[in-house]
């Protein structure tokens, strides 16, 4: 049957060990190793049709027609996917998210992984799990690690195919939870790629990228040994220092509002009495509390009562991305 259209659904992921800063902005060969968990229930879900009659790519975002920029990052993607497929046409783009966009919840890796697997979906093709992840990493290099299931690790790598993501323990394996503190669901100012391309302007990053490898490793080992002290530990260590480059960069990047702040320091009180809760941020200010499952409720009954705190996420450990329907 010859198809030409497919939805996939793609879940965000919050990485443990953070991507900041590449060795090829192209390419997005990122200049250390990364690993996340992805987001269940926090997705992103993408229809594309790729039809001849159409003059350029279309993008309809939430429902509305995208803005130019977005639709142009989209576009830009698609001609990466119509060189692999060996397709000429342009495609009509549908996505929407079910989770604040730009606040730091990583909606371009959702974003992308659907794009991808959807695109490659409409086409009729099937292409490996690992070469899903290097053309998502194209479009956003976060949407690398939203393709596979689970805990993810996405290797820095030296070339295109060799920058990939895979798994290295499923969903199930863990019962972390990620309890998601939202001080702002503004968009941000400042889009991750300009970020990626300014951390090389703080001295701290040859310092951030210089430890990246050990901490990647005694990461992954605390996962594997459900571990959380351990986890606990080098999470909030990498995400501080990921922060610090952020800081220190020129110009400067700010992502903390008051409330974020506040939380942190909340989250290691937390910590010190019992729970066993650890902060991590991406690029904005909302604060992702890992949890074990059994210590989620009280975390968010606390989020909630905090000052500054708009709304609260709770997601445990998602699966891969997938084509979710396909027709012609
Ligand atoms: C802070 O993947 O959004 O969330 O490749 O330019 O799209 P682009 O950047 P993006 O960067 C994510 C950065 C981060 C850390 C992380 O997810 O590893």
């Keep these: 049957m010859h198809v030409n259209r497919a939805t996939a659904r793609a879940f965000a992921n919050i990485a443990f060990i953070k991507y900041w800063g590449n060795r090829d902005n192209k390419l997005r060969l990122p200049v ?3 690993l996340s968990m992805n987001l269940a229930g926090l997705y992103t879900e993408t229809m594309v049709r790729w039809d001849s009659r ?13 803005t130019e920029d977005a639709r142009k990052r989209v576009a830009e993607h698609l001609d990466v996917l119509r060189a692999r497929l060996g397709l000429v046409g342009y495609a009509a783009v549908e996505s929407h998210n079910n989770f604040p966009m730009g606040a730091g919840i990583a909606s371009s890796a959702a974003a992308f992984a659907a794009l991808t697997v959807a695109a490659v979906g409409a086409a009729g093709m099937e292409l490996s799990e690992r070469e899903l992840t290097t053309l998502a990493r194209l479009g956003s290099g976060s949407a690398s690690r939203s393709v596979p299931a689970g805990f993810v690790e996405w290797y820095a790598g030296d070339t295109h195919e060799d920058s990939y993501a895979e798994s290295f323990a499923a969903p199930e394996y863990w019962d972390l939870v990620d309890v998601i503190a939202v001080v702002s669901a503004e968009h941000k100012a400042v889009v991750s790629a300009r970020g990626h391309q300014s951390a090389n302007t703080s001295e701290l990053q040859v310092a951030r990228v210089g430890g990246a490898a050990a901490r990647l490793t005694a990461c992954k080992e605390s996962v594997l040994n459900r571990d959380f002290m351990a986890f606990a530990d080098v999470v909030e260590h990498d995400s501080n220092l990921m922060h610090a480059v952020m800081m220190t960069s020129r110009p400067p990047l700010f992502y903390w509002l008051p409330a974020t702040l506040t939380i942190m320091g909340a989250v290691r009180d937390w910590r010190a009495e019992g729970l066993q809760v650890c902060y991590t941020l991406d690029a904005g200010p909302n604060v992702h509390c890992l949890c074990m499952s059994n210590h989620a409720p009280e975390v968010e009954s606390r989020l909630r009562a905090t000052p500054g705190v708009e ?3 709770v997601a ?8 979710i329907t396909s027709a012609n």
Excluded: E, F, I, K
């Design 32 to 34: 250390n190793g990364s």
């Design 54 to 66: 159409l003059q350029s790519d279309t993008l309809v975002l939430n429902q509305r027609a995208a």
């Design 311 to 313: 709304a609260v996420l």
């Design 316 to 323: 445990g450990a998602g699966g891969a991305a997938q084509v």
